[in-house]
């Protein structure tokens, strides 16, 4: 089936470091979402990606859908504490269905 | 924007007894829900999908009669854990499409433990 691979696994950065992660398939996706989600919580929508190419920022975040619809990136510039917690890259599959990588955990150290 | 309310929060409950995760999509239609089961330190996992006045599809090694479905309306999607056992502890997550913000939202989930 469909598999999303995240890196990196985790993360320990300084606050005001920027960050960057990466999402790749093996297959094609239309669609890329990229979520964050707290402990005990669900995932909230970051910023969702339609077209190969597209950047798209939403404040101190961006993300770039892949040329290829293979891959995505995430960047998160001047992080704070509250930028802790688990990355999430999905895909939308051609049945609808959102298909989730791995996660990438953050931490950030004050 | 468009929230899904999900209830309850967390519940524990005896191994044998019946659990009943209600997901309700407050200012939109949601014809279609997703449930998700999260394990520690994982990511979401696809369960099924449940479609307003149709059966519900689940993915593949996932019980439908343990994990039963309903899309009672177009705002209520229901999940029923049957039968609880220990291994079923997790946290349960729905989410439905909304067309008009070309999103999917999510509910806030239920830590369900059994113990």
């Known amino acids: 089936g469909q598999q999303l691979n995240q890196s990196p696994q985790s993360m320990f950065i300084q606050e005001g470091e920027d960050v960057s992660m990466n999402c790749t398939s093996s297959s094609i996706f239309n669609t890329w979402l990229w979520y964050k989600q707290d402990p005990g919580e669900g995932p909230v929508l970051l910023i969702a990606l339609y077209k190969a190419g597209e950047l798209t920022s939403n404040g101190r975040l961006t993300a770039q859908f892949g040329i290829t619809r293979k891959d995505s990136f995430l960047n998160i510039s001047a992080s704070i504490p509250s930028d802790v917690g688990i990355y999430f890259c999905?895909?939308?599959?051609?049945?609808?269905?959102?298909?989730f990588g791995p996660g990438t955990s953050l931490s950030v150290i004050p | 924007g468009a929230v899904v309310s999900q209830h309850p929060s967390r519940v524990i409950c005896k191994s044998g007894t019946s659990v009943k995760i209600e997901c309700r999509s407050l200012d939109f239609q949601a014809t279609t829900m997703f449930w998700y089961r999260q394990f520690p330190k994982q990511s979401l996992m696809l369960m099924a999908t449940s479609n307003e006045g149709s059966k519900a599809t689940y993915e593949q090694g996932v019980e439908k009669d343990k994990f039963l479905i309903n899309h009672a309306s177009l705002t209520l999607s229901t999940l029923t854990v049957t039968s609880a056992h220990p291994e079923d502890s997790s946290f349960y997550i729905c989410s439905a499409p909304d067309r008009a913000v070309s999103g999917y939202t999510f509910g806030s989930g239920t830590r369900l433990t059994v113990v």
């Open positions: 999905a895909g939308l599959s051609s049945y609808d269905k959102v298909i």
